[in-house]
């Protein structure tokens, strides 16, 4: 895996437009190894994260990463690689997803997940549900079980339920860390959540050793089949932003924005500022790039950099395509993720890691 800058490494790709370096995404060239038919990423947020909480994310993008490969090697299905590792995400406080995750206004924890396929275009999405540990696998039962792709508030719960999911004890996804963060947002003034994924406009919200957290986290697959075509397959799971509207829905669980997946194109996981993912069809942006001839690196890289220059906007992006090359890419300081070489993530790169912390700037 070679980490470069993509402004010194490889001059701006067309439809970038010149703008400070700070806005200029870092990147990954993730080179697969080992297993031929198999492409995996995994990612655990895209944003500031302090050195204090380095080891936590290394950590738990590590496990997620193992954890689906052990399923793909088992002989999983795509579905079940992607659900496999989101499982130990939204289980690990560390994560904003499932157990750990932000706060509402309201001081409760409303999850949104989503996961999709490329073949027959199936996904499944849930937004605002609450009380459930694991909102992808809901998300997974709404594409598998019903005739529908969204389900959203108490209807999906409902159907979660009657699919065997348990309902928890209010407060049981609330890590206690998140009251002090809700109440520092709250006597920060309530602080807009765009500012979150930037630094350094979050630091008004830290205190204590401990900073909060807010990683959306994802997965990207590629399965090759017998026929030599890539499967692609994408899931993604959050519990939004810091202090959001009761009821309020970013980008994670809209088809086509902070997840998408089209085995014509591409499949795509997103982290960073739900508002603008949204509103640029992050997902369905990068895949249709890619059908259209765009590379898939230049596609990310390509969409991240409007996100910025139409509504300043930062994000993470992860993405394998028809080709079976993956990209990941970010214009935050940071970004958490496993890719193929081995288990590699902004952390443990013996080399250059300084590089991934935006020396660019
Ligand atoms: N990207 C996560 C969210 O905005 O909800």
Not at 179 to 205: M, Q, T, Y
Not at 273 to 294: N, P
């Amino acid at each position: 895996m070679n980490i470069e800058n993509l402004a010194s490494a490889h001059g701006q790709p067309d439809g970038f437009t010149a703008e400070p370096a700070e806005n200029v995404p870092c990147r990954f060239i993730c080179a697969p190894q080992g297993e031929e038919n198999f492409r995996l990423l995994v990612h655990g947020g895209a944003w500031d994260i302090p050195a204090v909480l380095h080891q936590p994310h290394a950590d738990g993008v590590a496990k997620a990463y193992q954890a689906a490969m052990k399923a793909f090697r088992e002989g999983a299905d795509g579905f079940a690689v992607v659900l496999a590792a989101l499982e130990i995400l939204e289980k690990d406080p560390t994560f904003d997803a499932g157990r750990g995750s932000f706060l509402n206004e309201c001081g409760e924890v409303e999850l949104d997940a989503a996961i999709m396929e490329g073949a027959g275009l199936k996904a499944g999405a849930v937004a605002g549900i609450r009380n459930f540990l694991h909102p992808s696998k809901i998300a997974h039962d709404i594409l598998s079980k019903t005739n529908h792709a969204f389900l959203v508030g108490e209807g999906a719960e409902r159907f979660a339920e009657r699919c065997g999911h348990k309902r928890l004890p209010p407060d049981e996804l609330v890590d206690p860390r998140e009251r002090e963060v809700f109440a520092a947002w709250i006597k920060a003034g309530k602080p807009d959540a765009k500012v979150f994924f930037s630094s350094p406009a979050n630091a008004s919200l830290r205190s204590g050793a401990e900073p909060e957290k807010r990683g959306t986290v994802g997965v990207t697959v590629a399965l090759k089949s017998a026929a030599g075509q890539w499967n692609l397959f994408a899931g993604t799971s959050t519990g939004g932003t810091p202090g959001k509207m009761q009821g309020r829905v970013g980008d994670v669980p809209v088809i086509g924005a902070g997840v998408y997946a089209d085995d014509e194109g591409a499949a795509v996981s997103c982290t960073g500022w739900g508002e603008g993912l949204l509103r640029i069809a992050a997902g369905q942006r990068i895949s249709a790039a890619v059908r259209g001839g765009t590379n898939l690196q230049a596609a990310v890289e390509m969409t991240l950099a409007d996100l910025y220059r139409r509504m300043k906007g930062h994000a993470g992006i992860i993405a394998v395509d028809r080709h079976g090359n993956m990209a990941a890419s970010y214009s935050t300081p940071f970004m958490a993720f496993a890719g193929p070489a081995g288990v590699v993530t902004h952390l443990r790169q013996p080399a250059g890691c300084d590089t991934l912390r935006r020396q660019d700037r």
